[in-house]
């Protein structure tokens, strides 16, 4: 079944009412391009930023709301012209936390969704566009793209991976949350899903779902979610999760996935990785030509370390690497800003010849908090391959007043 979906000129509309309301005021304008803007900073936030290229050219674009005014959906958006301009070409009811990616020919999207018809709040679901992201396939069933639901699940838009002719993706089952301080993230429990990539990636039948793996208690840290599916050097496949640490900032956690993809285990004696940044989401991809794995992450730059909170750190944007995803080095600034109540972050992004193609949940001036964002933006890393701490972009603070 097709759904119908907004027009080109509602939504150019829509996105040039946005900018211009949000900026009136005579705020400065954010980095890069922007693609969608709030339209109440207060009680209305952009979230689940993710990106896909078609082999066209053709930028695509989504995100979701979250907030007070919060608005069930996603919405789509695409670029002719590398991320110059951009109009919203679809909104998908009741679709939430949307990871797109492009797979045979076609343009697709995991996320999970509210209740609808027969589909239980929180169910892991897939959809198909055959036109580039302008109208969508509807899930009912297992059959039509219904991959998860008989309990609650969550999958924030981490990274699908297309490796060893499989589609991998990361999701969590929600279970209790352990009685502790800061619990907030220890209800989510890891697993890992793969499907064939030439097959019907609607029908749950060809998709193989792994145990998923509870949290085990660790004084300090609140918790894991949002997870990369990864290959390691050895061609092992693993998850890299976020890890909710609040004193210094820096780590993911590892769990393993056995050679039939369909047990994930955890050692919490060693399972932890020092990442700059690993507090946060961040989406880590390899690059064939450096053999290195990137990201770009919201590293806690040594000006705040004093925080309290290093959860809530998101006013630096760098560019991480490492060779084996143990052994992480900060290669460069992108973005930086001394207030803390800016936010660059849950970056997705492509390799473009030498340069990193970016969207990005930014939280700017007239947003509540660094968390609470207000902007979807669209930016470029030249030369990514090459940039050093030389290369550091200057803080905001001093060449925007």
Request: hydrophobic share 40%; with cysteine.
């Amino acid at each position: 079944m097709r759904r119908a979906v907004s027009s080109l000129v509602l939504g150019l509309g829509l996105l040039f009412f946005c900018t211009a309301l949000s900026l009136a005021d005579g705020q400065n304008p954010p980095p890069g391009t922007v693609i969608d803007a709030s339209s109440d900073f207060a009680k209305l936030h952009l979230g689940a930023p993710s990106m896909e290229i078609l082999p066209d050219g053709t930028y695509v674009a989504s995100h979701d709301w979250f907030g007070p005014k919060e608005m069930k959906s996603t919405v789509v958006f695409e670029s002719k012209d590398q991320g110059a301009t951009w109009s919203k070409i679809a909104e998908i009811p009741n679709q939430k936390a949307a990871m797109l990616f492009f797979a045979s020919g076609k343009l697709w999207l995991i996320g999970w969704m509210y209740a609808e018809g027969d589909i239980a709040n929180n169910s892991i679901v897939i959809r198909r566009s055959d036109d580039g992201g302008h109208t969508w396939s509807k899930p009912t069933d297992g059959k039509s793209g219904l991959l998860l639901s008989d309990r609650r699940y969550f999958c924030d838009p981490a990274p699908v991976l297309i490796h060893n002719g499989r589609v991998w993706k990361e999701a969590e089952a929600v279970g209790p949350r352990e009685d502790s301080d800061r619990n907030w993230a220890t209800g989510y429990q890891p697993l890992m899903m793969s499907a064939p990539v030439d097959s019907d990636l609607l029908d749950r039948d060809n998709w193989t779902f792994s145990n998923p793996v509870a949290w085990t208690h660790h004084p300090g840290l609140g918790g894991w979610l949002e997870g990369n599916a990864l290959f390691d050097p050895d061609d092992h496949m693993l998850i890299m999760m976020r890890v909710d640490d609040i004193d210094e900032g820096g780590k993911a956690a590892r769990l393993n996935l056995s050679d039939d993809f369909k047990t994930l285990s955890y050692d919490p004696k060693s399972g932890f990785v020092a990442m700059p940044g690993g507090c946060k989401k961040f989406v880590i991809r390899f690059d064939e030509v450096t053999k290195k794995y990137w990201s770009l992450v919201n590293w806690v730059h040594p000006d705040d370390v004093d925080a309290p909170d290093k959860e809530r750190i998101r006013n630096t944007l760098a560019l991480v690497c490492s060779d084996d995803l143990n052994n992480w080095e900060v290669r460069s600034i992108i973005y930086r800003h001394s207030d803390r109540s800016k936010g660059f972050q849950y970056v997705d992004w492509r390799i473009v010849g030498d340069d990193l193609h970016f969207v990005c949940r930014l939280a700017w001036d007239g947003a509540p908090n660094c968390h609470d964002s207000n902007y979807l933006t669209f930016d470029v890393v030249k030369n990514f391959r090459t940039r050093t701490r030389d290369d550091d972009a200057e803080d905001f603070a001093k060449t925007r007043k």
